[in-house]
């Protein structure tokens, strides 16, 4: 697998995989300070709670407007 070395400042992802799976994809930028803008849906919260048993971070939920 080819290492993606480019620096950035925000990662998104909608509808890529489980919050936990997302998190490992992102965790290489994420290194560098980027942020993740992760769209989830309504299993959002069972989710958090998995990936949180894995990864330290700082989640804030934004409710859908659509």
């Not at 995989?17 to 769209?39: D, R, V, W």
């Not at 958090?48 to 804030?60: D, G, I, N, Q, R």
Request: charged residues 20%; positive net charge; hydrophobic residues 40%.
């Amino acid at each position: 697998m080819k290492q993606f070395t480019a620096r950035a400042d925000v990662i998104t992802a909608r509808a890529l995989a489980s919050l936990n799976e997302t998190l490992a994809l992102a965790y290489p930028l994420s290194k560098t300070g980027a942020q993740g803008l992760f769209l989830k849906g309504q299993d959002v919260e069972s989710e958090l709670t998995h990936a949180s048993k894995y990864w330290t971070f700082e989640p804030v939920l934004v409710p859908s407007k659509t």
